[in-house]
């Protein structure tokens, strides 16, 4: 069977070649923004090769030179380009081994490789890969025939390798911020207000004068501004003068309550409910809760950036997005040209986590080239611009509802979720509306496995556990009061630290402790173990009793009901705040490819979510996001992450899964829980602020 991306992308040449001595090119659409994933990816391709890692020329992805293997998200590059780099290593490998083989005049079946080298009965038989590169061609589509190595034969996979990506990154040459290019004009865009702003007045005597004795140009066109000049530093003074310079007919005018999640319910809405009929009216003990996560930012270390030429009737744009052939054909229906007429190139960003502002620097950047044709235009957003005009994660409300039986087992169970889209803002820009420009055709929902509609809403809206009567809707929001889009997870760790929190909940209830209530409904044999092995890391066994202080609580969940099986616990204490003292992580990823890559992805995700489920929410009034500054919007500081444990369950022999997002919801859950345990008390709305304890305590 031959992989989808690879049948895609059918030629072989695509994915890698040996036009160089000595070294191997490996190509992938897959982008790294910190996740580790062409490191892994690029492990695979040296295994199946079998050459060294040290031979690899990876590629960063660029739609002149790379597969279109889509957008880089939902922990699936291991999994899905993966298995197609696995696949056109593995026939290249065959093709090769046959050439040599056919030289040899021996059976494909006695020649070994190593480090792109032939070997006949242990012996070097004179001949590598490079020797044959002429005359293997590699211009052919795969097969389907070539066998992959079994997990008994790798040599490299499952053994950690330092990350291919940190040498630049502690050296400085890694970053799109960091791109200078000759001739380069720095650019900073006026941002509307709100989707239906209208520029009335500009001052731009304030702007000039602002930007002092650098040469300052004004780009005007419909509600899009932009200010351009050699000099970064008056353009950067430009732009505050315009904000202030600027006068807006229409802007919006929020009130502050939207910025909480019960505010969902009152906005207009589509259900889809899916799941068993509503359960019938019964004697069992039945218990209701309602959970939220307010609007959250993805915070990114850095701002965004986007640089761009256009000369000779050809643009060129560097990006950090999550996809490079996606971003080529979002410039194409804004710009007007046709796609072979664009090339986008991938670089680094200083974080990403999902949709945040990456697009719109790109495509800011790309307008303003199209209208200045021949210097390189590089677009360089703000602290303010990144927290005030990047989409957001969404608000979500959760209504929860659940049935136990005489003997305190879970039977029936219900998910009410309110949420705005967690995709919506993809194929879209700011730039866009500024030009009057009309909206892409609306995004037929796809569907997931089984046929069921996919939304990011609804991801693990149901716990990972042997329930007999389940069902859920999603109330989904249109329009919202601010953009939307994806951010790390979608609304699955959302869904995981609601369902979870009330799992224990209903563990109370039935009187029974919380492990022993979720291993009791857990047939699943690697759920049950890494729930075991969690309680044998974290000392569950001597948990104590609840309202001290001291909190212990655990989660679990199989990611997306298809992925990795994770439990988390979390140790902590309460006073005024919440301070983590310790969270563990048990987790089954499937093969492993790069261990200390993917527990570097589990420990990140757990930290991320402690911010989270600590300190973060998006503040709305008036204009738009009112939270623009680390002041506003803080997140877990060095000083607060805990020590972090995590065990890595290797089963080699089976699929490859992803671990990029799996550790989030267990990690909030488990936080969740502990805080409860602490407090003796529920908080169920996040992010757990001094106020929501004081509010917690007061009402118990």
């Known amino acids: 069977m031959i992989p989808v991306n690879l049948a895609n992308n059918p030629r072989l040449d695509r994915w890698i070649g040996f036009e160089t001595p000595g070294r191997v090119r490996v190509a992938v659409g897959k982008v790294e923004y910190g996740q580790g994933a062409l490191t892994g990816l690029a492990m695979i391709a040296a295994e199946e090769l079998d050459v060294g890692m040290s031979r690899l020329d990876v590629v960063t992805p660029q739609t002149d030179l790379s597969p279109d293997e889509g957008l880089t998200v939902g922990s699936m590059s291991i999994e899905t380009s993966g298995a197609a780099i696995r696949a056109a290593c593995a026939e290249a490998r065959a093709l090769f081994v046959a050439e040599a083989a056919k030289r040899l005049g021996c059976a494909p079946g006695v020649l070994d490789v190593r480090d792109g080298v032939f070997q006949r009965d242990g012996a070097d038989a004179g001949l590598s890969y490079w020797d044959l590169a002429d005359a293997v061609d590699l211009s052919q589509p795969p097969t389907g025939e070539a066998r992959w190595k079994s997990p008994d034969q790798h040599r490299l996979l499952g053994q950690s390798a330092p990350r291919l990506d940190l040498p630049p990154k502690v050296f400085g040459a890694a970053y799109l911020q960091d791109l200078a290019l000759p001739g380069m004009l720095h650019a900073r865009v006026l941002r509307q207000p709100g989707p239906d702003a209208v520029l009335a007045d500009l001052d731009e005597a304030a702007i000039r004068h602002a930007a002092g004795e650098a040469a300052i140009e004004i780009v005007r066109e419909g509600q899009f501004v932009a200010l351009l000049s050699p000099s970064e530093r008056a353009v950067q003074a430009a732009i505050g003068a315009a904000e202030l310079g600027a006068a807006w007919h229409g802007a919006r005018d929020l009130s502050p309550a939207v910025s909480e999640p019960i505010s969902l319910k009152a906005m207009p809405a589509t259900a889809y409910p899916t799941g068993d009929p509503p359960a019938e009216a019964s004697n069992r003990r039945r218990h209701q809760a309602a959970y939220g996560r307010p609007y959250i930012a993805h915070g990114s270390m850095g701002p965004s950036c986007g640089v761009a030429q256009f000369q000779d009737g050809r643009l060129t744009v560097w990006t950090h997005a999550q996809g490079v052939y996606p971003m080529r054909q979002l410039l194409a229906r804004l710009c007007g040209l046709a796609p072979e007429a664009i090339s986008v190139i991938h670089a680094q960003g200083a974080g990403t986590y ?17 209208r200045r044709p021949g210097a390189p235009i590089r677009v360089q957003w703000r602290r303010e611009d990144e927290f005030g005009h990047e989409p957001l994660g969404t608000a979500m409300h959760i209504e929860l509802a659940a049935e136990l039986d005489a003997g305190g087992r879970l039977v029936d169970y219900t998910a009410d979720i309110w949420s705005g889209s967690h995709t919506g803002g993809r194929g879209q820009a700011l730039a866009q509306t500024a030009l009057g420009l009309p909206p892409p055709p609306p995004m037929v929902p796809p569907t997931g496995p089984g046929g069921v509609r996919f939304s990011g809403g609804i991801l693990n809206a149901l716990p990972s556990y ?23 997870g979608l609304g699955g760790p959302v869904n995981t630290y609601a369902g979870e929190c009330f799992i ?14 979720r291993l009791g409904m857990t047939s699943d044999p690697r759920a049950r173990h890494v729930l075991e092995t969690l309680a044998r890391m974290s000392g569950w066994a001597e948990r104590g009793p609840g309202g001290a202080g001291q909190g212990l609580g655990l989660a679990y969940c199989r990611y997306r009901d298809r992925g990795a099986y994770v439990a988390v616990a979390a140790a902590l204490s309460v006073d005024a705040e919440v301070r983590l003292e310790r969270l563990w992580c048990a987790a089954d990823c499937g093969q492993v490819i790069n261990p200390d890559g993917v527990k570097n992805q589990l420990e990140g995700g757990m930290i991320m979510a402690a911010s989270w489920a600590l300190k973060e929410q998006v503040r709305l009034a008036g204009r738009g996001v009112q939270s623009i500054t680390w002041d506003d919007y803080p997140i877990l500081r060095f000083d607060e992450v805990p020590p972090v444990e995590i065990e890595l369950v290797m089963a080699q022999h089976e699929r490859c899964v992803g671990a990029g997002e799996v550790s989030l919801g267990p990690a909030m859950a488990a936080i969740g829980n502990a805080v409860s345990h602490a407090l003796g008390a529920r908080i169920r709305e996040l992010p757990f602020t001094r106020e929501k304890i004081a509010h917690a305590l007061l009402a118990d």
């Open 354 to 370: 999902g949709h945040n502002g990456s697009d719109d620097a790109a495509v800011d950047a790309a307008v303003i080239a199209m």
């Open 466 to 488: 042997d329930i007999p009567a389940r069902r859920y809707a999603e109330h989904l929001v249109s329009p919202g009061p601010v953009r939307t889009s994806s951010l790390r």
């Open 504 to 517: 224990d909940e209903l563990a109370e209830i039935a009187g029974q402790d919380p492990l022993a209530f």
